[in-house]
C-alpha cells in the first residue's frame, strides 16, 4: 500500500470506492432492520392504542393536526382524508411495509413505503412522539437512499438464485427457468404504486416537493428496470449504477453523522449541566414519576452516590468522546459496546424500550463487519437446525432421491447466501491491507468488489428499482448434482 | 461460463431479461485494463465510466457531496446553541431543517428534570335537578403513573401524550395563561381534549350528558436531592391552576378507540 501517496492519488482512490460499490452492506442491512423491526414493534405495541395516538377523533384531533400542518407543511398521508377507513388503511401500510423492509423484500421499494408511512404516522400528531420517535422519523428518510437489502435480505436471496440458475445450473433448467419465468411482481407494483401516485397527485394532496421526489423516484425505478432489460452492459446503466453508488455511500456517510451529532448534542449539553458536573444527574430520572417503572430499584439504586456518579460521568465521557473514538477501531467498538449495553438498561430502567431500540439500531451502523457476519453466520446455522429439524422429512418423502441430500444445503444456501458468497468467494479483495483510517470511517472494506469472475458481478446487491428482471427460477436453486 | 454468455449477449437480439449476463464486459472482462500495473482490479465506479458519462458521474458527486455538506451543516447549525452564523443565518436554516429534519437531542441536558409535574384535571357538569356541580380532581398524571409502574412497555399514551401536551401548553402561553397565537390556541384545545377523555373515562355517566366545562391545574413537587448531597429543596408543591375552558361539541367527540 503506497499510503505516501500524494493526495490527487488519494482522493481518486477514494472516489473510486464510493462509486463503484455500496459500501457497508451489512451495517446498512442491520441499519434497515433494526429500524424496521423498532418501528415494527412500536406500532403492535399501540395498536390498541392506535387511535387515541393518531385517529382522527383522538385528543389530537384530524382538525387539529390540519391546522398544525397547514403551517409547518409536514408531509403525513393521514392528513389526506379524516376518514377511519383511511386511518386504518395508513396504519397497516406502515405495520406490513415495516415487516417487508424488515425482509428484505422489494427493499428499494419498501424503503420508500415506510418513510411515507412513518412520516405519515409520526408528523400526524408529534405531540406524542420522543427521542425514539425522532430517530425513526430521520432514519427512515436516509434509508431510502441506501442500498440497504444487499445481504440480509430476501432480495439478496432472489438475486442469488436467479445467478445460480445462470451459473452453473444454465445448461439444463437455467436458461429455460430464466426466460419463462421473468419478474412479474416488480413491474405489477410499479405500476400500481405509479398509479396511486397519480391519483395523489391529481388531488392535488402532494406538496410540489414531495411530488418531485416521489416521480424521481418512481422514474428512477423505471428507468433502471428498463436499462437492466433492453441494455444491460450498457454505459448508461453503469452510470446509474455509479449514481446509486454514490447516493448510497453518501446517505450512509450521513447516517453516521447524524448519529455522531446525536451523541455530541447530548454529551456537549449535558457538559454544560451543574447536575452532571456534580455527579447526581442519573438520580433525578429515576424520581420521575414517567420515567420510573420501577420505584423499587430507583430507590435502591439512588442509595448508591458513588456508582451514580460514576455512570453520571462515564454517560458524559462516553457521549463527548464517541465521535472521535471512530478514528481508533478498537476503542469505538468498546464504547460502542458500552453505548449499546447502557440503552438496554435504559430501555428497562427509564421505561423507554423503543428509545433504546431506536438508539441501539443507529448505533448499529458503527458494528465492525467481522462481528456482523458472525452473527451472521449463526443465525443462518439456526434457522438451517430448525429447518432440518422440522422440515427434513416431508421434504424427503416429497421431493426427488437427489433432493434427499439436498435438504441441507438447500436450507443453507438459503439463509447464508450473501455471506457464503461474499465470505468465501470474495476474501476482503480491495481490503487487505487497508489504511487505518478507512475502515472505521466506512466500516465494510469493499463489500462486493465484483469478484474475478463471479457468475454475478452486480446481482448481488439488489440494484435499486424493484421492477428489476431477475428471473425467479422455479427450481434451479437446486444444487447441481 | 463468461464466454457463452457473452457470444449469447452478442449474438442474440435481447429475448428476455438478463440484468446479470451482460454485465461482466461493463465491469472490465471485456474492456481491456488500461492500467499497466500487475494484476490490476477490474476497473469499476467512475473508472469504468467512458468520458462522457464520466464527466455526468462527476456532476453527480458534486452535487451529490455539495447536498451532503449543506445538509450535514444545517444539521450541526440547528442542534448546536445560538451562535455567530446560526443567529445570521437562522432562516435559512429553518427553512431546510423544517419541518422534517427537526431534531432535540438535549436528552435530560443541560440538566435532568428536577420535578414532577402533575396535570391534574376537574369537570363541570349539570345535575339532574338542573344545577352545575364540578367534579374532584383528577390526577391524571398520577393514572399515567400507575399505568407505568411495572411495565416493560409503557405506551406513549401513557408516557408521552399528557406530559408533553402540559410542555406544549406552557411554551406557547404566558404566565398569564395567554396563547402566543395558533399554536397557543391549538395546545389550549388538544389539553381540554385529553381532560374530557380522560374525565370521561373515570365518570362516564357523568360524562354521557356532556360536560360543561373543565379546568385544568398543575401541581409541581421539587425532586428531593439525594441524601448525600446535602441540599434540601421545599417540598411544597407549586400550583398552577389554568382558567375555566368551555367544552364545545366537537371535544365531546372525542375517542380513544
Redesign the interface.
Known amino acids: 500500500m503506497n499510503r505516501l501517496d500524494r493526495p490527487a492519488g488519494a482522493l481518486s482512490r477514494g472516489i473510486g470506492r464510493i462509486t463503484s460499490a455500496a459500501l457497508g452492506p451489512y451495517q446498512t442491512a442491520v441499519v434497515r432492520i433494526g429500524f424496521s423491526v423498532t418501528w415494527l414493534l412500536f406500532l403492535l405495541r399501540e395498536f390498541p392504542h392506535r387511535h387515541e395516538l393518531y385517529g382522527p377523533q383522538g385528543p389530537w384531533s384530524w382538525e387539529l393536526a390540519n391546522r398544525l400542518i397547514l403551517d409547518n407543511q409536514a408531509f403525513t398521508a393521514l392528513m389526506w382524508n379524516d376518514g377511519r377507513v383511511w386511518f386504518e388503511c395508513v396504519y397497516g401500510l406502515a405495520v406490513l411495509s415495516s415487516v417487508l423492509l424488515m425482509l428484505g423484500w422489494r427493499t428499494r421499494t419498501m424503503s420508500v413505503l415506510f418513510m411515507v408511512g412513518a412520516l405519515s404516522v409520526l408528523n400526524r400528531s408529534v405531540f406524542v412522539g420522543d427521542g425514539g420517535d425522532n430517530v425513526i422519523h430521520l432514519m427512515a428518510m436516509y434509508l431510502v437512499l441506501t442500498r440497504c437489502g444487499q445481504v440480509w435480505s430476501l432480495d439478496a436471496r432472489r438475486a442469488a438464485r436467479a445467478a445460480r440458475a445462470r451459473g452453473g445450473g444454465f445448461h439444463e433448467l437455467g436458461e429455460e427457468a430464466a426466460e419463462a419465468d421473468p419478474d412479474r411482481v416488480g413491474p405489477v407494483l410499479w405500476w400500481i404504486l405509479g398509479l396511486s401516485l397519480a391519483v395523489v397527485t391529481f388531488l392535488g394532496q402532494l406538496g410540489w416537493g414531495w411530488a418531485l421526489i416521489f416521480w424521481t423516484m418512481w422514474l428512477a425505478h423505471g428507468l433502471w428496470w428498463l436499462l437492466g432489460r433492453q441494455a444491460p452492459g450498457s454505459q448508461l446503466r453503469a452510470l446509474c449504477d455509479v449514481v446509486t453508488n454514490l447516493l448510497h455511500n453518501t446517505a450512509l456517510f450521513v447516517i453516521m453523522a447524524e448519529a455522531c451529532l446525536i451523541y455530541a448534542t447530548a454529551g456537549w449539553y449535558k457538559i454544560q449541566g451543574s447536575r452532571w458536573q456534580d455527579g447526581t444527574a442519573v438520580y433525578y430520572p429515576l424520581h420521575l414519576d414517567y420515567f420510573s417503572p420501577w420505584p423499587a430499584l430507583s430507590q435502591l439504586l439512588s442509595t448508591q452516590g458513588t456508582a451514580i456518579m460514576l455512570i453520571t460521568y462515564g454517560t458524559v465521557v462516553v457521549q463527548v468522546a464517541f465521535p472521535f473514538t471512530l478514528f481508533n477501531r478498537r476503542v469505538k467498538n468498546v464504547l460502542l459496546a458500552a453505548m449499546m449495553i447502557e440503552h438496554a438498561v435504559i430501555a428497562v430502567l427509564l421505561g423507554l424500550p423503543f428509545f433504546s431500540l431506536a438508539m441501539i439500531a443507529a448505533d448499529a451502523v458503527f458494528l465492525p463487519t467481522t462481528f456482523l457476519r458472525r452473527i451472521g453466520n449463526r443465525a443462518a446455522r439456526a434457522r438451517g437446525a430448525v429447518f432440518t429439524r422440522t422440515r427434513g422429512v416431508p421434504e424427503q418423502r416429497s421431493e426427488a432421491g437427489a433432493d434427499t441430500g439436498g435438504t441441507g444445503a438447500d436450507t443453507g444456501g438459503t439463509g447464508p447466501v450473501p455471506e457464503a458468497r461474499t465470505g468465501a468467494g470474495a476474501p476482503e479483495p480491495y481490503g487487505t491491507g487497508a489504511p487505518e483510517l478507512q475502515p472505521e470511517l466506512q466500516p465494510e472494506p469493499n463489500p462486493n468488489p465484483e469478484p474475478n469472475s463471479g457468475p454475478e458481478p452486480n446481482s448481488e446487491p439488489e440494484p435499486m428499482p424493484q421492477p428489476e428482471p431477475n428471473p425467479a427460477p422455479s427450481a434451479p436453486e437446486r444444487p447441481r448434482p | 461460463?463468461?464466454g457463452?454468455?457473452q457470444g449469447r449477449?452478442a449474438g442474440e437480439p435481447?429475448?428476455?431479461?438478463?440484468?446479470?449476463?451482460?454485465?461482466?464486459?461493463?465491469?472490465?472482462?471485456a474492456e481491456p485494463p488500461r492500467t499497466g500495473s500487475a494484476a490490476p482490479?477490474?476497473r469499476?465506479?467512475?473508472?469504468?465510466?467512458?468520458p462522457p458519462?464520466r464527466i455526468?458521474?462527476a456532476l453527480?458527486?458534486a452535487v451529490?457531496?455539495l447536498v451532503?455538506c449543506v445538509?450535514?451543516a444545517m444539521?450541526?447549525l440547528h442542534?448546536?446553541p445560538a451562535n455567530t452564523v446560526s443567529k445570521q443565518h437562522g432562516e435559512a436554516v429553518d427553512d431546510w431543517v423544517?419541518?422534517?429534519?427537526?431534531?432535540?437531542?438535549?436528552?435530560?441536558?443541560?440538566?435532568?428534570?428536577?420535578q414532577?409535574i402533575?396535570v391534574e384535571a376537574r369537570a363541570q357538569f349539570r345535575t339532574e335537578d338542573g344545577g352545575v356541580r364540578h367534579t374532584e380532581w383528577h390526577s391524571l398524571?398520577?393514572q399515567?403513573?400507575a399505568a407505568?409502574?411495572?411495565?416493560?412497555?409503557?405506551?406513549?399514551?401513557d408516557?408521552?401524550?399528557l406530559?408533553?401536551?402540559w410542555d406544549?401548553y406552557t411554551s406557547t402561553h404566558d404566565t398569564q395563561n395567554r396563547p402566543n397565537g395558533?399554536?397557543g390556541e391549538?395546545s389550549e384545545?388538544?389539553l381540554r381534549?385529553?381532560a374530557v377523555?380522560r374525565i370521561g373515562r373515570e365518570e362516564p355517566a357523568r360524562a354521557a350528558d356532556g360536560l360543561l366545562r373543565v379546568q385544568v391545574r398543575s401541581v409541581t413537587t421539587n425532586?428531593?436531592?439525594?441524601?448525600?448531597?446535602g441540599e434540601k429543596l421545599d417540598p411544597k408543591p407549586v400550583i398552577r391552576l389554568l382558567p375555566w375552558w368551555n367544552v364545545t361539541s366537537?371535544d365531546m367527540?372525542?375517542?380513544?378507540?
Open positions: 461460463m463468461d457463452y454468455e449477449d435481447p429475448p428476455a431479461p438478463r440484468t446479470g449476463t451482460a454485465e461482466p464486459p461493463r465491469t472490465g472482462t482490479p477490474p469499476t465506479g467512475i473508472a469504468a465510466l467512458s458519462y455526468a458521474a453527480a458527486l451529490v457531496a451532503a445538509h450535514l444539521i450541526f442542534v448546536a423544517y419541518p422534517e429534519f427537526e431534531q432535540n437531542w438535549k436528552l435530560f441536558a443541560p440538566n435532568p428534570l428536577q414532577n402533575a398524571s398520577a399515567d403513573g407505568i409502574d411495572g411495565n416493560l412497555l409503557p405506551s406513549h399514551t408516557q408521552n401524550q406530559r408533553r401536551a406544549y395558533m399554536r391549538l384545545e388538544y381534549r385529553i377523555l425532586v428531593q436531592p439525594p441524601s448525600w448531597s366537537q367527540e372525542v375517542r380513544d378507540r
